[in-house]
């Protein structure tokens, strides 16, 4: 066996990172539905705020890591780097799925339309189609060094699409809120301290999926430069 050969051992600092995460969902579902009081105009559905923002704080997160790795990848043309970049590209795009969803379910309620094109929901938009395109070309693309270095730059240009939507409402008007910047009509004291944890576990949350699919991504790596080694030495068949 090569000595790169992964190993099925969890880290036991993944342990700790996925029991605190475990704890910080827990005490914001918590918080979400005990403490934080019904918004009297929205009622329940207001709640989907707590996750929605969450969500889009991550898709932030997962789309920024994907951009760094992959111009590191660019620089170093190190296998790593490229794992975390692709394990970043799915999480971050597993939450603009999720803010895509929780968003036009707040939108009926409050606007009374699922879909408007408000400058954030349409750069939002565009943002999780420039990293699915991403995601798309890796998984399709053969997985060559001129594949991963289109896709890595790809990711890069992404990443400038991420400031256009955080300050899209500030920058053009638009219907969707800005109510947690200076601007906003606030949040009640219960509803901060929600909005805080649900943060707080959606960071260990994103943490947790990246570094688990990353290691799953190096992983694969290794085994696919076993099975070269392997085929080096004459020890596969021809197919």
């Known amino acids: 066996m090569s000595r790169n050969a992964p190993t099925g051992r969890p880290h036991v600092l993944w342990l700790a990172l996925a029991g605190a995460t475990s704890v910080a969902l827990l005490a914001s579902l918590y918080v979400i539905f005990f403490v934080a009081p019904v918004e009297l105009q929205m009622g329940i559905v207001q709640k989907i ?9 991550a898709m932030y997160v997962g789309y920024a890591i994907c951009a760094v790795c992959s111009a590191v990848y660019l620089i170093k043309r190190k296998e790593a780097w490229d794992a975390w ?3 970043s590209a799915e999480v971050g795009t597993l ?10 379910l707040w939108a009926r309620k ?3 339309v699922w879909w408007t094109w408000d400058p954030r929901l349409t750069t939002t938009l565009l943002a999780g189609m420039i990293f699915a395109a991403y995601l798309a070309l890796r998984s399709f693309g053969g997985g060559g060094l001129a594949e991963r270095r289109f896709a890595a730059g790809l990711a890069i240009v992404g990443l400038l699409d991420l400031p256009i939507v955080h300050f899209s409402v500030q920058r053009w008007r638009g219907q969707h809120p800005t109510v947690i910047t200076n601007k906003g009509g606030g949040l009640q004291g219960d509803m901060v301290t929600a909005l805080l ?14 570094w688990t699919r990353a290691k799953i991504e190096r992983d694969r790596q290794r085994v696919a430069e076993a099975e070269v080694e392997a085929a080096q030495r004459g020890l596969l068949e021809d197919s």
């Open 49 to 57: 705020f707590y996750f929605h923002v969450p969500s889009a704080y």
């Open 85 to 87: 970049a692709v394990a």
């Open 95 to 104: 939450f603009c799925m999720i803010v895509l969803i929780t968003g036009p």
């Open 110 to 112: 409050a606007w009374g």
């Open 197 to 210: 944890v649900s943060l707080l576990a959606f960071t260990l949350l994103v943490a947790l999926l990246v």
